[in-house]
């Protein structure tokens, strides 16, 4: 069974520029994150799918982030324009129903940004 | 609101000695808990969770883990280590009707020959 796919896996963009990130969760799991993680921190929540609704974004900065999940398989998250303080990795995660009942996120290997 | 402190940013231990990996938490009710493993360039892999009942959790890889409510506390513990454990190491909580999972800043373990 394939895992979590996201690419790009690094991504160097110059500060302003726009950015995404794809997401392709595991088969059947209806339930998608986004995590941001920055150097030496765990991972911190941005936003949560269920299906195609955005049940969650409490955490995302909307004035630059945006993300969605056209019927509800895979998803993009874009940063518009990117700051410095951007640059961390973007980990997708993904489970079958709330991970709190089944007790399991699948992370992806993570989008590496560098903003220059 | 719940929080998780992992007091001990790296770790060096020898190949085969015993490890523990310490994680305290904060929350008011009864947490639902859990240790990741990051290995370098790869994503995170669950190691272990505690929702209730048997308060000590084995998990994959010869890893269990020791719920300890009086002391908030929710240590990994290996009894010997293999050159392969070498990663980051995450414990996280959470809580039933409150989908945020909270993780701790990690601990990056070493293991020396």
């Known amino acids: 069974e394939a895992g979590v796919v996201q690419s790009p896996r690094y991504k160097i963009i110059e500060k302003k520029q726009p950015v995404a990130f794809w997401c392709n969760p595991i088969s059947g799991h209806n339930t998608l994150y986004w995590y941001l993680q920055n150097l030496g921190q765990g991972p911190e929540l941005l936003i949560r799918y269920e299906n195609e609704e955005a049940v969650d974004d409490s955490q995302l900065p909307k004035d630059r982030f945006s993300a969605e999940r056209l019927k509800g398989v895979d998803s993009t998250l874009k940063i518009q324009p990117a700051e410095l303080g951007d640059s961390a990795v973007y980990l997708c995660a993904s489970s079958q129903g709330l991970a709190l009942n089944t007790g399991e996120l699948f992370f992806g290997e993570g989008s590496r940004l560098t903003v220059l | 609101a719940q929080s998780v402190t992992q007091p001990d940013i790296h770790i060096t231990v020898s190949e085969g000695a015993s490890l523990e990996l310490r994680c305290n938490y904060s929350y008011g009710a009864t947490p639902y808990l859990f240790w990741y493993v990051q290995s370098p360039g790869q994503g995170l892999q669950l190691l272990l969770k505690?929702?209730?009942?048997?308060?000590l959790v084995q998990g994959i890889k010869g890893f269990e883990a020791e719920f300890k409510r009086s002391q908030s506390s929710f240590n990994l513990r290996k009894p010997s280590v293999h050159w392969s454990d070498a990663a980051e190491y995450f414990c996280?909580?959470?809580?039933?009707?409150?989908?945020?999972?909270?993780f701790g800043t990690g601990t990056r373990l070493t293991i020396i020959p």
């Open positions: 996280a909580v959470g809580a039933r009707g409150n989908e945020k999972l909270t």
């Open positions: 505690y929702f209730s009942g048997d308060t």
